[in-house]
């Protein structure tokens, strides 16, 4: 049953994460965010927010470093929409996983291509 909760508590902060970044951070720093996915633990004292930034390697090393200079602003309004007893302590990770597919399809698009020629 607690898993559940913990569930839910991860998918609130996602949505909350992303109106936050979208709409409240103003860092010229912070390129194209999206908040792929929230792992909290169960005893909701921490939650590792999954990113993917769209740019250079040197334009997402920016945007991670306003991130955590932002972190208390974040966790603040966090604490503001989410009711909980103890706002969770924020870990940004990025999240490779879309441009790993990415990759991945543009792969077999080639391999489609170079079959189509035989």
Excluded at 71 to 92: A, Q, V
Excluded at 106 to 113: I, T, Y
């Amino acid at each position: 049953m607690a898993r559940v909760r913990v569930g839910r508590v991860g998918e609130q902060i996602k949505k909350e994460m992303s109106q936050i970044l979208q709409s409240e951070l103003k860092d010229p720093r912070i390129g194209f965010i999206t908040v792929t996915g929230v792992d909290v633990t169960n005893d909701l004292s921490q939650a590792k927010v999954y990113l993917s930034i769209m740019g250079t390697d040197q334009q997402k090393e920016e945007s991670l470093k306003a991130l955590a200079k932002a972190t208390g602003f974040i966790r603040s309004e966090l604490g503001k929409r989410i009711r909980l007893r103890k706002t969770p302590e924020l870990l940004f990770a990025l999240d490779t996983s879309i441009e790993y597919g990415s990759r991945i399809e543009e792969l077999l698009h080639k391999l489609g291509e170079g079959n189509a020629n035989v």
